[in-house]
């Protein structure tokens, strides 16, 4: 690469960003559906034509910002499993719990346009799939260490829902039990349930010790799974 190329590469870096931030505080603003592409060019004092050169559609830019979200909620879930490595499965699932609410009280507009109301008129692409799937991958393989390692606490599952079990296990984890499948699916449903309640104001006068309340229930949903406590 030539130096102007190298520039020109930087240059390209540097406008996607300042696009990207522009839109966030859009976001912020008026919500996902109103985002617009000729209110991000004039806030950053670009003609239209010049933007749609980095996005050529409101759907393109959306799809970016999705993306960017789903890979931050994906990375602080896996700093937390890293950073607990070693520890009980039941106690690293819990600390990942927690890294993802922390970092949708710290983004609540990010975590809004990938948990909140669906935008209309948009349809998330396949490139949307891989970075949504980060949170669930850290919970499954924490449970995958727990299964092959201590042992986890199955619960035995209705004989109706053993088809629906049997295809989830194959989708999601095919060297787990299928019961560990569904209870996977349900925890990781609550989750992020728990999480939009708090950030969506549905624990407005009714639960006030958020950390602790959160803290508590994350430690249960991991039990549901089968993760086993201490001692």
């Not at 990938?114 to 948009?122: D, E, H, L, N, T």
Request: glycine share 8%.
């Amino acid at each position: 690469m030539t130096t102007v190329q190298g520039a020109r590469a930087r240059a390209r870096i540097e406008i996607t960003a300042a696009i990207k931030d522009e839109a966030r505080t859009q976001l912020a603003a008026e919500g996902a559906a109103k985002l617009s592409l000729r209110a991000v060019a004039r806030e950053l004092g670009m003609v239209s034509s010049a933007l749609y050169r980095y996005f050529p559609s409101r759907d393109d830019l959306l799809t970016a910002l999705i993306v960017d979200a789903y890979d931050a909620l994906g990375a602080a879930a896996e700093q937390a499993a890293s950073a607990t490595a070693g520890q009980r499965p039941l106690d690293r699932w819990t600390a990942v719990c927690r890294a993802v609410r922390a970092w949708a009280v710290a983004h609540p507009h990010e975590y809004a346009l990938i948990y909140g109301s669906p935008v209309p008129g948009y349809t998330a692409p396949q490139d949307t799939i891989g970075p949504a799937a980060r949170v669930g991958l850290v919970l499954i393989e924490i449970t995958r260490g727990a299964h092959h390692g201590e042992g986890v606490a199955l619960v035995p599952l209705p004989e109706a829902l053993a088809p629906e079990a049997a295809r989830l296990a194959a989708d999601i984890a095919p060297d787990l039990p299928p019961a560990l499948a569904v209870t996977l699916v349900a925890a990781w449903s609550q989750l992020f349930g728990l999480v939009s309640f708090e950030l969506f104001g549905h624990f407005q006068n009714i639960v006030e010790d958020r950390d602790t309340f959160f803290a508590t229930a994350a430690r249960r949903l991991g039990q549901d799974v089968g993760l086993l406590p201490r001692g």
